[in-house]
């Protein structure tokens, strides 16, 4: 089992920027694919980007150019920079990790979230 560990959310004006961390609790088999999702009040969840084990990463439309995940394998984390933040972009933030195992069938994991606040 997996657990995934965010931080770095709070709030900030329009405009601004935060970086969101999320930690896995132990080393990673092989990862398949890293990324951040994120859901506003009243709405569902929705993806945000994923970075896969090779490196290739994938963007939400609406976050491209703003926003840059990037990993650092060695400490199991993942990060989210997030640059000319919009009221748009409040939600709560979580990380989802999928793991292959030898002989497992791949297992996805959720962090539990961190708030991210803009105010106009």
């Known amino acids: 089992q997996v657990q995934l560990v965010e931080s770095g959310g709070g709030l900030v004006r329009s405009g601004g920027s935060l970086t969101l961390s999320c930690v896995a609790s132990?080393?990673?088999?092989?990862?398949?694919?890293m990324g951040w999702y994120r859901q506003a009040p009243g709405k569902q969840r929705e993806f945000v980007t994923k970075?896969?084990?090779?490196?290739?990463?994938n963007y939400a439309d609406f976050v491209k150019g703003r926003f840059t995940i990037s990993k650092d394998n060695a400490k199991n984390t993942v990060y989210l920079q997030m640059n000319d933040l919009k009221p748009e972009d409040t939600a709560v933030y979580s990380c989802?990790?999928?793991?292959?195992?030898?002989?497992?069938?791949?297992?996805?994991?959720w962090g539990q979230g961190t708030q991210v606040t803009v105010s106009s």
């Open positions: 989802n990790v999928v793991e292959i195992r030898p002989g497992e069938r791949p297992k996805e994991y």
């Open positions: 132990r080393r990673l088999f092989r990862v398949n694919r």
């Open positions: 970075i896969h084990d090779d490196g290739f990463k």
